[in-house]
């Protein structure tokens, strides 16, 4: 636990609640943070690769931290395989191995000790026989609706189901009990599934998480980022020149903030980044076109945006070297060992070369 578990109440619940999407709720949350020794949990179930719009949600860990939060990562790996199998059974300890090393080499990055993070994953209890009696009981007492209803941003939905997509939320909802977490994190997305913990678990004489919800980045294309479309987004993987072509073709028309995820992008992650070290946003562009422009924070930036003062071009390829920069620590540790990517995604890394050509998924 860091030194700043001792630090002001107010400090501390700022530190939880920054950046978020929504919390449930900030009262719960300074109660929590009252506690001796509060505790977060944030899950991934190892399907696809991990990119970019993981490191906005992870980057949250190293705040827990800060505040003095015991945190919990949990390598969904049963949720994987349950979820219309988006991960064959025999590639789950391959994937896993791949998420715990892709997660360190994240929070690392945000400037935390992964010693101080507990990794565990869903097999190691999961498969206990008290998880199973509780997951069944819940299982008796919840309708098909509700648990459709709960999931329906997570898993993957057909007009005939298969039974795994609908055992993942009361999983889930089980996971927070078994891990007695004061705080469920995760995805905007996850919403559904954690209010239905937070309505079930109560009843079964566990407590109620409190909740907070990260946003999902836009894609790059315009929309929602896409498993089958790696323009999409930013692997973790993909180096400098990757990440810039990336950033000059994406979707950014002048003067428009819906759907842009290159704004999307400087909100949530490199401005917090800059923010943290001390570092403002610059713009370089020729004495001809207004010469370099400087912004302490992100609303500046975007004021500056709509009244189209700032072209996107020049916005693109200011984001894009920044994102470069931040992501390249983590892409030298994903890709120091060829096997750990290779033997993940097989079809992708097959040659083991790790250069980062591989498709990314979205899944969260």
């Known amino acids: 636990m860091s030194e700043d578990a001792a630090a002001p109440i107010d400090d501390r619940v700022e530190l939880v609640t920054r950046n978020v999407a929504e919390v449930v709720t900030e009262s719960e949350v300074r109660e929590v943070l009252s506690r ?10 190892p399907t696809g690769e ?35 199998e988006k991960s064959p059974f025999e590639l789950l300890d391959a994937r896993s191995r791949y998420y715990r090393e892709a997660v360190a ?42 648990v459709q209803r709960a999931g329906s941003e997570v898993v993957r939905q057909s007009d005939n189901p298969k039974l795994g997509g609908l055992i993942y939320p009361l999983m889930q909802t089980q996971d927070v009990a078994a891990l007695d977490a004061d705080i469920a994190y995760g995805g905007i997305d996850q919403r559904g599934i954690y209010m239905l913990s937070r309505e079930v678990l109560p009843e079964r004489d566990a407590g109620k998480p409190t909740c907070l919800f990260a946003p999902l980045l836009s894609g790059l294309t315009g929309g929602k980022m896409s ?5 999409t987004s930013i692997a973790l ?23 842009n995820g290159v704004l999307e ?34 609303a500046a930036l975007e004021a500056d945006f709509l009244d189209e003062a700032l072209h996107p071009l020049d916005l693109k390829q200011a984001a894009g070297e920044y994102v470069a ?31 980062g050509n591989g498709n990314t998924n979205t899944e969260h």
């Open 237 to 259: 993987t993909d180096d400098r020149d990757a990440v810039l072509d990336k950033m000059e073709d994406a979707y950014c028309p002048a003067g428009e903030v819906e759907d």
């Open 265 to 298: 992008y400087l909100e949530y992650l490199v401005f917090p980044i800059l923010e943290e070290r001390d570092r403002p946003f610059r713009t370089e562009r020729p004495e001809e076109y207004g010469d370099d422009v400087v912004y302490e924070d992100y």
């Open 325 to 355: 920069e931040f992501v390249a620590p983590i892409r030298e540790r994903l890709t120091e060992d060829p096997d750990l990517l290779g033997e993940a995604y097989p079809e992708a890394y097959g040659d083991g070369d790790g250069d």
């Open 227 to 231: 498993a089958s479309e790696a323009d």
């Open 105 to 146: 080499a994240m929070v690392e990055a945000a400037g935390a000790s992964t010693e101080d993070v507990t990794f565990v994953r869903g097999t190691d209890f999961e498969l206990d026989r008290e998880y199973t009696l509780d997951l069944l009981r819940m299982a008796a007492e919840t309708t098909v609706s509700r």
């Open 50 to 84: 991990m990119h970019i719009g993981h490191y906005t949600t992870i980057r949250k860990l190293a705040d827990f931290l800060r505040a003095g939060v015991d945190v919990t990562v949990l390598v969904a790996d049963l949720h994987a395989h349950l979820d219309d």
């Open 36 to 45: 001796d020794s509060p505790s977060a949990y944030v899950g991934y179930a």
